[in-house]
Nanobody, 125 residues
């Protein structure tokens, strides 16, 4: 049974940094891509960043470009999201997701097959 478990959330002041981790287990093959999404209270879930396992491509939402970095350590089966220069509007529950096979972009939550339960990030001003 596949499982994605996020960690690293917490409360920091604006301008600070956090690194989120997502450990993947139960996969017998490399996923096509993995991504981070977030959902703020009262808002829709939105795309943050994604990473394509085969060639290492990564993409970002405009709102986080230049501040967040997505990376993957295949030896640890772990996806990371380094978040710098955090802003109050980054406050949300952050979710890790995986798409198992090729044929769709990972910036669309509807294309993802597996989800973690999320980790809460709170940024105070």
């Amino acid at each position: 049974q596949v499982q994605l478990v996020e960690s690293g959330g917490g409360s920091v002041q604006a301008g600070g940094s956090l690194r989120l981790s997502c450990v993947a287990s139960g996969y017998t093959y490399s996923t096509y891509c993995m991504g981070w999404f977030r959902q703020a209270p009262g808002k829709e879930r939105e795309y943050v960043a994604d990473f394509y396992t085969g060639d290492g491509r990564s993409y970002y939402a405009d709102s986080v470009k230049g501040r967040f970095t997505i990376s993957q350590d295949t030896s640890k089966n772990t996806l990371y999201l380094q978040m710098n220069s955090l802003k109050p509007e980054d406050t949300a529950t952050y979710y890790c997701a995986a798409r198992r096979y090729s044929g769709g972009w990972c910036d669309n939550s509807g294309n993802m097959d597996d989800w973690g339960k999320g980790t809460l990030v709170t940024i105070s001003s």
